[in-house]
């Protein structure tokens, strides 16, 4: 197989890429300024008609390297009035995956979104329930390999007659998630010839294998560049601490630190994710007998690739299982060109595995990762604290709040409404449920006194970027001051911004 090693060239812009208008507005309406680095270079290989096998970091846009040129393509097909067909298969080996995928096409088809239509057929319901979806031959679909398998063979999605592109995103998870033997089977379904973009953050022997079974005379674009940003984008910090002190440090840094900063609105929302051997699925496959549960499980999993927009900062309470996983933690701060810092909690245990990612991050971060300033001995006042809210995290307490979330979510749920409104007792049943285990609330937690706030913590606003990038493409600000949103809420009210000025009277003029 004949390959070629792509070269550095100039950079250009996405004007000059010969991209169609309404491309150009939806990318202007993203605020995208320029290509990123693997943008630059596949955008135009692919609008060439050349197979691509891409391999950058993660968070440096691939989505939109084949994204892009797909819908510019599809454009130009349409010009020519052919007939209408599917004309690209987008898989990926999650949910969440596809529909990032298809959250980009849909942003990328703003301006042109009666032209081109897209269908995420990896969601949970039935194939029969999206039988109709496919009915209309949308332009673009995309699933999971085994989504797609199983429309392919209900007889409804036909690819054969009119299929030009194929895209698999994270290629070198698709095998490990197991999908070998389903991506085998859909190639049956293909047609002789057609376009392929393999997308991975690496290259793996799956992605050999993949390789050969999808791509043909490919260019290989593997760019050198660093697996994280730049130290001017992206500030990492550790901090070395006895495994015991880790709650307490997270305490410390949540209450007197983030949870401040929440509340001054720098953060929207802060997410607490673990991470589900994310590192091997394999493992997890080999602990489950049943094999539609896993199949499931993996489908749904929050996993590499995720594109949290606007993540400021990301805390390691665990540090990564390896080198792989601790960039891709990490990696879901400054994307793009966005910035970000990520803060690793450091126990002896696991010193070894901080040394290896200090080692791989040599060229691009040679002083290894900055020390967090964080003084132990300050935070020892707020010691007695963080065991007792340690110690009201139970599994019931948990089950608990979870149990509410539901409760709330199903009271409000538009979509049992009809439901609710034919069966009235189940929602007084659902209203009148008991709680099974009362959580204990603590007040004397909730505020911690300025004594008790370690030194350190008072003043470390510095190290996290204000959210610059949450500034829209059209200059205004993405969220809201607490002032703002008190007085959109006020305005919202009708009761509240109803106001009344009586007629003047008309003076008579005699
Ligand atoms: N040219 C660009 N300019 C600014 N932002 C961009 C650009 N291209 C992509 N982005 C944004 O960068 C973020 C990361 O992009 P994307 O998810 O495509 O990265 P990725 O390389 O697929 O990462 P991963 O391997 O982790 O999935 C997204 O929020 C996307 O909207």
Redesign the pocket.
């Known amino acids: 197989m004949n390959e070629k090693m792509e070269e550095e060239e100039e950079t250009c812009n996405f004007e000059d890429m010969g991209l169609d208008d309404r491309i150009l507005k939806a990318i202007a309406k993203?605020?995208?300024?320029?290509?990123?680095l693997?943008?630059e270079k596949a955008i135009s290989l692919a609008l060439e008609g050349k197979d691509i096998l891409a391999r950058?970091?993660?968070?440096?846009?691939?989505?939109?390297?084949y994204v892009v040129p797909i819908i510019h393509k599809i454009l130009k097909i349409k010009q020519r009035a052919s007939e209408q067909c599917t004309k690209a298969l987008i898989l990926a080996p999650t949910r969440e995956?596809c529909s990032?995928a298809q959250r980009?096409i849909i942003e990328m088809t703003s301006c042109c979104s009666r032209d081109v239509k897209s269908v995420d057929v990896s969601t949970q319901q039935p194939l029969s329930v999206q039988k109709p979806l496919l009915t209309e031959k949308p332009d673009i679909v995309v699933g999971t390999p085994s989504r797609i398998l199983g429309h392919l063979s209900e007889g409804n999605l036909h690819l054969k007659p009119g299929l030009e592109m194929v895209v698999i995103?994270?290629a070198d998870l698709l095998f490990s998630f197991g999908y070998e033997k389903d991506m085998k089977e859909l190639l049956t379904h293909l047609p002789e010839s057609y376009q392929a973009f393999l997308?991975s953050?690496t290259l793996s022997d799956d992605i050999k294998a993949l390789k050969s079974m999808m791509l043909h005379n490919p260019v290989t674009l593997k760019l050198e560049e660093p697996q994280l940003p730049t130290i001017e984008k992206l500030k990492q910090f550790k901090l070395r601490c006895e495994e015991e002190d880790k709650f307490l440090t997270m305490y410390a840094l949540l209450k007197c630190h983030i949870v401040n900063q929440f509340n001054e609105g720098r953060y929207e929302i802060i997410i607490a994710a673990d991470e589900t051997s994310l590192e091997n699925p394999s493992n997890r496959a080999n602990n489950n007998k049943n094999k539609r549960f896993r199949r499931r499980d993996y489908e749904s999993g929050i996993s590499?690739?995720?594109?949290f927009?606007n993540v400021t900062t990301i805390i390691n309470f665990d540090f990564p299982q390896s080198v792989e996983s601790y960039i891709?933690r990490v990696?879901r701060t400054a994307?793009?060109?966005?910035r970000g810092m990520s803060l690793s909690l450091v126990c002896m245990k696991e010193t070894a595995r901080l040394e290896e990612v200090e080692k791989f991050l040599l060229d691009s971060y040679p002083q290894g990762l900055t020390e967090f300033k964080f003084d132990m001995e300050e935070a020892s006042g707020l010691r007695y604290r963080s065991e007792t809210a340690r110690r009201s995290v139970t599994k019931d307490a948990i089950r608990e709040a979870r149990r509410k979330e539901i409760k709330v979510e199903m009271l409000n749920s538009q979509k049992l409404k009809t439901y609710f409104e034919d069966n009235p007792r189940d929602l007084q049943v659902l209203k009148h449920d008991k709680v099974l285990h009362v959580v204990k609330v603590q007040p004397h937690l909730k505020n911690v006194p300025d004594y008790l706030v370690p030194q350190s913590l008072k003043n470390t606003a510095k190290y996290y970027p204000m959210r610059k990038s949450h500034t829209l493409a059209n200059g205004k600000r993405a969220f809201k001051s607490r002032g703002q949103a008190r007085y959109q809420k006020q305005q919202a009210d009708p009761l509240k911004s109803f106001s009344f000025e009586p007629k003047k009277k008309k003076r008579r003029t005699k």
Do not use: C, F, V
């Not at 993203?30 to 990123?36: I, R």
């Not at 950058?56 to 390297?65: C, D, I, N, P």
């Open positions: 993203l605020g995208w300024k320029k290509p990123t693997i943008q950058a970091r993660t968070g440096s846009g691939k989505t939109g390297s995956l990032q980009n995103d994270e997308m953050a590499r690739g995720i594109d927009r891709h990696g994307r793009a060109d966005a």
